[in-house]
């Protein structure tokens, strides 16, 4: 399966990685015995200022309870509050002044460990930002890294009739915005290995030592995906490239390919192999023509796919999906402090879904220089059953560090600008829902509702048998006007499926309304849904069904990992 846009032309300006293949269950591993915390700050829709933060912390062994705490201007410390999940927003902070965050992790009475943020500092939210809109079809421009001297360079790749790599062609610019000049540079008839052949998880890189584009792909014969090969090609800019050669480096199967440039223009391949169950990261030759050797095996028997590496703060963080088809995914990550050394165990980010779609590319906004970082997550909504929705779409998802940890969380709307290297968070409204009492139509003991809005996408509400319909609900405490619904849905990976749902309110626990009706969900894993001029206490989650892709049948049990509600105070 080819996992990238189902289009006959595939427009290349910077590393891109496409392919996917199935494979075996993951599994997530335990949370250790430390925790950082880390926050973004993030701006509330139709406001101004960029004065909230979203914290998060990673998950400790035992732990029954953490302290967050808040400095302002390097003052005492002082708690906010006494949670049991993992995240927490902070509102209405103050311009002008700074933030440090401390989180403290208690197993019953005991402290177990304790951690500091980064320092934050709230602005005004500053003029001439573009929008990515995570709930349609967006996509994040970037500028284009392949650029030799004055000349800007994209390379389309067209198929032919038949089915199977046609030609690339490049276009140049000289303003990275109108393209042309179209060229062929590289067509199936100049090497025997490209006749029958399609390229997948394509990086095109300029080496500066020797004035060279370095092509690399997975490489495979254009009708299966029996060879398991890398490729690589090379071109001065502006002429033909010259193929070099197809491969398994050092014997071993590749599939899914990233290639990472480090900060002394060393380079790496890192590969998955032996059917998507190991990822091995070997070292380029000088001029990244050719494997040098092995460097390790990161990950064994872990069915990880789409690897790919960013170093940020001299700490290297390596993201992955779970072998999953076209579906959406459980997405992990892990760090080492050297490339060649001890990399940390796989650890969660997100929500279990990677909010519907599948860890993808991660990148700073600003090339090369820039702070913020984006998780660039797929959606190949062509591959999934059951939805009319036949194309791919983007999730910019804001990635903050803190010290070998990550962490990363949904936003309808990330505003950001390039060049200024700024990345602003918008949320619609604040989140009412974590913590306040949760009742459901069944639950079992291990599982309560209560686990639905803690505020940790790691922990889930589950009810008893398989009985449809099947509530879940949530008293804000008050009426309050709400203006988003966020739910991270439990699925089963290959028997994945499409929830079918409303949203209720309430203002009296009494008589309901049906704010929403989401019974036409299409979405996998995760929904957000904007409710509009809506006023209400309570707020229910009705399940009517599940619509699973490979099973006429419903035999899931009625169950969720998240729920946030959105909006703001009516008093």
Known sequence: MIKGKPWIVIVITLMLLTVHLTSSAQTVHAAGEETHIAATLFVLKNESEVSNAKIHWAPVQGATAYELYRSENDEPYQLLQTLTGTTMDDYDLNIGSSYKYQVKSYGGTSLLTSAVSPEYTPYSLPENLTTFDNTTQSTLMLPNELKVGDTYYRFNFVQKSSGGFGEMIQQTSTDDITYGNDKVVLSYTDHPDLANSKFEGINILYHAPTNKFVFWAHYENSTDYTLARVSVASATPGEDFTFHKSFRPEGNQSRDISIFKDDDDSAYLISTANNNSDTILYKLTSDWLDVDHQVSVIYQNQHRELPKMIKKDDIYYLFSSQAAGWYPSIPLYSSATSIDGDWSELRTIGNTSTFSAQSGSVMRVKPDTGNNVVMVAYRWMFGWAGTQNGTTEERLLPVWFSDGYAFYDYFDQVLYNTSDDVVVPVQNGKLLSQGKPAT???????????????????????????????????????VQQLNNVQISWWMQKGSEGFYKYKIETSTDNVNWTVALDRTNNTSYGFTSDTLSSINARYVRINMQNVAL????????TPRLWEVKVFGSDTN
């Open 440 to 478: 459901a139509q069944t639950a079992t003991g291990t599982n309560p509702a209560s686990y639905a809005n803690d505020g940790n996408y790691q922990t889930e509400w589950v009810g008893t048998g398989s009985s449809w319909p099947h509530w879940w609900k949530v008293d804000l405490g008050s």
């Open 549 to 556: 892709h490979n099973n006429p049948n419903n035999w899931y």
